[in-house]
């Protein structure tokens, strides 16, 4: 059974650029959760995908946007990137029914900005 | 907004000893987590706690829900090396959204064999 799964694993990238990073929920899982990890610190989340729709959003600019698909796989958007937007960024997944907080991350993507 | 503090922020210890770490907030939370994440890895859930007071224990891992649900610790008894990691706090204001939750900073812990 494939957990969550994410691409690219490491990317480098220079400022004012775009990025696309991919997520495959766990099998059976059809709610996708996005989360930045900038070193040193605990993730914060960026916004949760629900039946193709933006559920709930963090503290996050218009930059950061997201898609799901019609298998639940998600996709996150950053526009004009920032060096500070330099960090590891997690997919999580979980059963829309599931218990409050019951996450299971990917490995994430390793984003580097120049 | 709503933040957690953890603490110690890093422990560095002797193989056999037992650790505790704990995290607390000026809010209420309806669930507390614990989460370990290893060198390139995502975080993998430890313990979840669903009501105040909770105390649950998963191996040599014991965590409990304080009673004011302001707060949460994590006992590991007899660690090994293979405990070596950072812990990360993590609570649910029960919203309707199960998938946002506030992390801690994190403890990161080293245990010299």
């Known amino acids: 059974d494939a957990g969550v799964t994410q691409s690219p694993t490491h990317l480098i990238k220079t400022r004012g650029q775009q990025v696309t990073l991919r997520c495959s929920p766990k099998?059976?899982?059809?709610?996708v959760s996005w989360y930045q990890q900038a070193l040193g610190q605990g993730p914060q989340f960026i916004f949760q995908y629900y039946e193709e729709e933006e559920r709930q959003r963090g503290n996050f600019p218009d930059r950061f946007s997201g898609h799901q698909f019609p298998n639940y796989s998600s996709e996150l958007n950053v526009n004009a990137l920032l060096l500070g937007d330099s960090a590891l960024y997690l997919c999580a997944s979980s059963p829309d029914r599931g218990r409050g907080g019951e996450l299971f991350f990917g490995e994430g993507s390793r984003l580097t900005v120049l | 907004g709503q933040q957690l503090n953890q603490s110690p922020q890093s422990m560095f210890i002797q193989e056999g000893e037992d650790v505790s770490m704990n995290c607390t907030s000026s809010s209420i939370f309806n669930t507390w987590l614990w989460y370990k994440q290893d060198p390139g890895e995502g975080p993998v859930l430890l313990i979840a706690l669903y009501k105040a007071g909770e105390l649950t224990s998963n191996g040599r891992l014991t965590a409990q829900f304080g009673i004011t649900r302001k707060d949460s610790f994590l006992n590991i008894s007899a660690s090994i090396p293979s405990d070596v990691g950072i812990y990360f706090c993590a609570a649910w204001d029960g919203s309707s959204n199960t998938g946002k939750l506030i992390f801690g900073q994190g403890t990161t812990l080293q245990v010299k064999p």
């Open positions: 099998s059976g899982h059809d709610t």
